[in-house]
């Protein structure tokens, strides 16, 4: 029985078809759309209620101030503020210090900015920082910077475990400021260092396992401590007179002494100079400005410490950008007004061989050691908590598989991630091996400037798209200023540490390609296609078709498709001929929309979807419901594709009596291999088995001729395919044997202008020009031109040189067969005359079919056969239908003739200009 039409056939059986609305069970996720919102109920208890259920706000009891205000500054403070303003100082100079201030606040203050418009521009669950960039990027990058952000916070954590064993070992070690006679000094050493810091985080530990709410409380006493200490110090500038002071011997070989001088125009001149030829008493190493800067910047790290806390908020759109802002400001002028002060007051050796000078000059000395041991502590509470919440959210979202699946269940009843808590605890004690503070201050300086510049990142990508849904009610921001924020964080990265920021990148970049490869597909939506949607609306509306040249012409195919059980072979060949053009996958659904409850059209897309991706082909897909199925087609040439990419090229399947097969299983559309939940994946059984022998088409013979006339009148070129369920395109791929594409540029029913080559038969030599140039193609198969000739030698040696400067010319590299035909033109003008028909006399289209033999017709399907042993497709002139109705079937009937038995055929009619002699 025929192969009916590509295009028309069986409609999709689709389960579930009777009722309007389908209801079924949603699980809660980031896609869930807003379905309604109650305005009856007490604003204490809002209904919103989304397609995927909501959240549990139970564990939401944290406020502006203790969960983001006070976290930040602690952060921001922590060892930096007492032991290392006066190191910058020292080593750098007022004037560098102050620059360098700027430049951090300058690049944090652009990423508040981008954090503050994320966070307003709708509901924040757990993991901040990771949180945001995941749900604005897309998985691959929320999941590649969520894990450097928790390494980030992991080294930190260390970071200032280590700046508190060392104000400890600073006042309690040999020659401490706070050891007397009755108080004996801490034993000192590289291990009784880890050992102190290990004692440090694991106090950490068991505050982080209590819970938020004490972390909460414990932030809020150091965060006063803190502050009363740095009221004294501030007081003592004023107060204290000019001393000296005592400077350990193993900091500064000659001179033990260092003069504080109190407010002097002198000390402040002297300190506006740098010294980086003066090491680093701690490590040994010279210093530069990137170098200081490295660790200075660590002073400004602690605006996520807010974001961190998001899920336990009780509004965090609110809480962080005006936590977080605050928190920025304020710790900015602490910074500025300390410099200044200690610029006037102590002297450079003081600066660069006593890092913890404050305690020495202040009044009450004990407050600043207890003001450094608070902050610093707060500073390692903060970033251990934060660490282990970006871990449970990374195992809640199983971006990694089983390997955070003990994190995920790790939970109390409370929400607290204890697992999630242990690994980060073990992971920070990992990292206390490396020692010195300076040198680990580099490594937190590389991965926080990566995380903020992806957070700038996300805000960019969002502005840019210009989503209606992006509308954050933090205003003052722009895709600008996240730019400079991105430019700004990349740039002090590599002056930072080249070879540690193109580390990180590396590993950022593995993270992505394995989350890309992992997570085909997520909930969260993709920012990317926000952007390629602006991009290619942009372009499109540039791409005038009034500016089209010949030139640069390309294939725009309509592949219209009944059934893809039997056509997957031919929509892999279309998509390798359209030569990188527009694709679309056509098919028309017979009915009326009265029929139905809902639109069927849209209920079978996602399968074809399915389909393209699992044949690998880049089509478009363009479904449409019709009365007819002519009607149909009517509508797919005349609306498929936008703007200036639409289809010039309408693709057929062949009309005849054989029997369609199933394609599915040989072009890898297997059966599944256990039953799932998702429809949309097993797309083996959402199409419709194919047309049983005596079954009726739904296209008549007289209806697909009148299809083949609309597509000329629509101004479209147009091609009939046939037996291409025979074609492997794998095998004639990977045979080493070549095989050859075919054309045979001559319309067999007028035998007459096999000299002459018209617009058609340029066209049918462009498109199996453009296969050929397919890699896979090339590179297996050579193209073959078939000349016809006759007894003149001379005339057919005259007309194959012409046909091959022709071809030269046209840049077509294809061999010249000639072929003669005279025996078979013969038969042809045999039946002329018998009919008493002139040859010499012009034929009207009308009498194109009825005076082509049917014995001709035999005897051109042999010729043409006898040269297709090696032929793995075939491209033959279509002759167009006479305009007379009652000849169709007998068209259709010789085409049937001349092509049977044929290898893979495209039988090609082309009425555009596709080429030029030009340059």
Known sequence: MAEIPKGMQQPMVHPGHGSAVQHQDHRPDDKSPLLRYRLDRSLSRPDIILGGGGSNGSSRNLSTFFGVFVPCVLSMFSVILFLRVGFAIGHAGELETLGMFLLAYFIVLLTVLSISAISTNGAIEGGGAYFMISRALGPEFGGSIGVMFYIANVFSCALYCIGLTEAI???????????????????????????????????????????????????????????????????????????????????????????????????????????????????????????????????????????????????????????????????????????????????????????????????????????????????????????????????????????????????????????????????????????????????????????????????????????????????????????????????????????????????????????????????????????????????????????????????????????????????????????????????????????????????????????????????????????????????LMRLAGLGGMKPNTVVLGFYDDDPPEDTFIKCGVNRPQSPTDDEDVDIFNQFPPLREPGYDKLVSPIEYVKIMTDCIRLQKNICLTRYFYELDRDKITRNGEPSYIDVWPVNFFKPETVGYLDTACIFLLQVACVLHMVPAWKKQTKLRVFLCSELDEVANTNRKEKLGRFLKELRIKAEIISVPWQNVITLNTQNMVESGIDEDLPTSPTSLITNVSENYIHALNRLVKSYTQKTAVLFCYLPLPSADEREHEQYLQLLDMLTAAFPPTVLVHGIQEVTTLAL
């Open 169 to 635: 070992e600073d006042n309690f070690g040999p020659s401490g400021a706070l050891i007397n006679d009755h108080v004996p000094p801490l034993p000192s050493g590289q291990w009784w260092t880890l050992l102190y810091s290990s004692c440090v985080l694991l106090f950490c530990l068991g505050v982080c396992m209590i819970g938020a709410k004490m972390f909460a409380r414990t932030s809020f006493i150091i965060f006063c401590i803190v502050n009363i200490s740095l009221f004294s110090v501030f007081l003592s500038f004023f107060i204290q007179g000019p001393m000296d002071i005592k400077i350990r011997a193993e900091n500064k070989e000659n001179d033990t002494k260092a003069n504080y001088t109190g407010f002097k125009a002198e000390t402040f001149e002297e300190n506006l100079e740098s010294r980086y030829d003066v090491p680093d008493y701690t490590t040994g190493v010279k210093l530069s400005f990137a170098a200081v800067f490295a660790i200075i910047f660590n002073g400004c790290t602690g605006i996520m410490a807010g974001a961190n806390m998001s899920g336990e908020l009780k509004n965090p759109s609110r809480a962080i950008p005006l936590g977080t802002m605050a928190a920025c400001i304020f710790t900015g002028i602490i910074y500025a007004v300390l410099s200044v002060l200690i610029s006037y007051t102590c002297s450079k050796d003081l600066l660069l061989y006593d890092y913890g000078f404050l305690q020495d000059i202040n009044v009450v000395p004990p407050l600043v050691a207890v003001g450094v041991l608070a902050a610093t502590l707060s500073a390692s509470l903060s970033t251990l908590i934060g660490a282990s919440r970006v871990l449970i959210a990374l195992a809640r979202d199983q971006l990694f598989g089983i390997l955070l699946y003990p994190v995920e269940w790790g939970v109390t009843r409370s929400g607290n991630p204890w697992v999630a808590v242990l690994i980060s605890w073990f992971l920070v004690q990992c990292v206390l091996l490396l020692g010195q503070l300076n040198t680990i201050a580099p490594l937190v300086t590389i991965f926080f400037l990566l995380s903020y510049a992806a957070t700038n990142l996300a805000c960019m990508a969002l502005d840019i798209a210009s989503a209606p849904n992006f509308r954050p009610s933090f205003h003052f921001f722009s895709w600008h200023s996240a730019l400079l924020g991105i430019l700004g964080c990349l740039t002090m990265m590599f002056l930072t540490n080249a070879i540690f920021a193109s580390i990180s990148l590396v590993v950022f970049l593995a993270l992505f390609i394995y989350i890309y490869l992992r997570v085909p597909e997520s909930e969260w939506g993709y920012v990317t296609q926000a952007l390629i949607f602006h991009q290619v609306r942009k372009y499109l509306l540039k791409l005038d078709t009034r500016k089209d040249h010949v030139k640069f012409w390309r294939p725009q195919m309509l592949l219209l498709i009944s059934n893809p059980r039997s056509g997957c072979q031919l929509i892999r060949f279309v998509n390798d001929m359209k030569k990188s053009g527009l694709f679309v996958l056509g098919h028309v659904k017979t009915g009326t929309l009265d029929e139905f409850p809902t639109d069927p059209v849209q209920e079978e897309i996602p399968a074809w979807l399915k389909l393209v991706d699992t044949l690998h082909v880049k089509a478009f897909t363009e479904l449409t419901l019709a009365t007819t199925v002519r009607e149909g087609v009517q509508h």
